[in-house]
């Protein structure tokens, strides 16, 4: 089945006694979908710097090799650039804890504006199928930088990390957007220049920014909930 783990999907299998191992899990990828037959396992896995693809594995998740080839026109774009992150943030109890993050950008040296890409839920993460996120290399290409942050209140981190947002919607997660977005203008990743952008609790969270957040330039509201 597939279960999401620490900002990342991936393909796992789960006991009769409930314990849970990992068969197929990739860097920097989702894997989004999966079919079993009776020796292999078939996948289908994207990255944010690559749209969907699909795999092949035995069904221990070895040898796991790439069987389709949708994505070969992007060969001929402009290549992109993808960075994990963890980012020391305040956690809304007086203390601190650690945010994961991915920030998307062209090869080169900042600083440039930056797109806060708020993902849905809250109870979610942030998403790598490439229909969610085909405005990320476009806006790339044209020089932004994508903050895609998983916030208080994400999943696959524990219970108690997506329970804390339960009545504080944008009262604590969006602070960590802010901290990180200074953080990465203290860095030079980032410029002054800010926009946000997210569907249904995204689009919550968006209008929540726009309304408390005078250093956002525009922003997109997106079916809010």
Same mark, same amino acid.
């Given at each position: %089945?597939?279960?999401? #783990?620490?900002? !990342?999907?991936?393909?796992?299998?789960?006991? @009769?006694?409930?314990?849970? $191992? /990992?068969?197929?899990? $990739?860097? %920097?990828?989702?894997? *989004?979908? %999966?079919?079993?037959?009776?020796?292999? *396992?078939?996948?289908?896995?994207?990255?944010?710097?690559?749209?969907?693809?699909?795999?092949?594995?035995?069904? =221990?998740?070895?040898?796991?090799? =790439?069987?389709?080839?949708?994505?070969?026109?992007?060969?001929?774009? &402009?290549?992109?650039?993808?960075?994990?992150?963890?980012?020391?943030?305040?956690?809304?109890?007086?203390?601190?804890?650690?945010?994961?993050?991915?920030?998307?950008?062209?090869?080169?040296?900042? &600083?440039? &504006?930056?797109?806060?890409? %708020?993902?849905?839920? &809250? #109870?979610?993460?942030?998403?790598?199928?490439?229909?969610?996120?085909?405005?990320?290399?476009?806006?790339?290409?044209?020089?932004?930088?994508?903050?895609? @942050?998983?916030?208080?209140?994400?999943?696959?981190?524990? *219970?108690?990390?997506?329970?804390?947002?339960?009545? #504080?919607?944008?009262?604590?997660?969006?602070? /960590?957007?802010?901290?990180?977005?200074?953080?990465?203008?203290?860095?030079?990743?980032?410029?002054?220049?800010?926009?946000?952008?997210? #569907?249904?609790?995204?689009?919550?969270?968006?209008?929540?920014? !726009?309304?408390?957040?005078?250093?956002?330039?525009?922003?997109?509201?997106?079916?809010?909930?």
């Amino acid at each position: %089945m597939n279960q999401a #783990h620490r900002g !990342l999907q991936r393909i796992v299998g789960i006991g @009769l006694n409930g314990d849970i $191992e /990992q068969i197929v899990a $990739e860097p %920097m990828s989702h894997c *989004l979908a %999966m079919a079993a037959g009776a020796a292999n *396992l078939a996948v289908v896995v994207c990255s944010p710097v690559a749209g969907p693809e699909i795999f092949i594995a035995d069904k =221990q998740g070895r040898s796991l090799t =790439q069987v389709s080839d949708f994505n070969a026109w992007r060969k001929d774009r &402009p290549e992109l650039r993808c960075l994990e992150r963890w980012f020391r943030v305040a956690d809304g109890n007086g203390g601190f804890e650690d945010g994961q993050g991915w920030v998307l950008s062209a090869p080169g040296e900042g &600083p440039r &504006p930056l797109l806060l890409d %708020m993902h849905g839920g &809250p #109870h979610s993460i942030a998403s790598f199928e490439f229909e969610r996120l085909i405005h990320w290399p476009v806006l790339a290409e044209k020089g932004w930088a994508i903050l895609a @942050l998983n916030a208080v209140g994400s999943n696959s981190y524990g *219970l108690e990390f997506a329970h804390r947002l339960c009545g #504080h919607w944008g009262e604590l997660d969006y602070p /960590q957007w802010e901290e990180v977005r200074r953080k990465l203008r203290v860095e030079g990743i980032a410029s002054d220049v800010a926009a946000c952008f997210g #569907h249904s609790y995204g689009g919550f969270l968006s209008a929540w920014a !726009l309304g408390h957040d005078a250093g956002l330039s525009c922003g997109v509201v997106s079916g809010g909930v």
